[in-house]
């Protein structure tokens, strides 16, 4: 779990579609020169073993602004 900082593209060959689903939690808090951080918990699928949160990730103003430009030359996004 950490702040990202930076995208790098890597090779997709060998990637496909997990088979399942999840549902996440988004929390904006806390302030500072790099604006508040932008939380995104994911909270595993319906068979995983361990309830609770599962993954955790946060964006800074920085590395929110190269995700939402990763994401609009993805998918055309304005």
């Not at 997990?18 to 549902?23: F, K, S």
């Not at 918990?41 to 993954?55: L, P």
Request: net charge positive.
């Amino acid at each position: 779990m950490a702040v990202i900082t930076s995208f790098a593209k890597g090779d997709p060959a060998n990637l496909k579609r997990h088979r399942t689903t999840v549902d996440a939690r988004y929390f904006i808090f806390g302030e500072g020169p790099d604006g508040p951080l932008f939380q995104i918990n994911t909270y595993g699928s319906k068979d995983r073993e361990t309830a609770g949160v599962s993954q955790t990730i946060q964006l800074d103003r920085n590395s929110a602004a190269r995700l939402w430009r990763l994401l609009g030359e993805t998918y055309g996004f304005k």
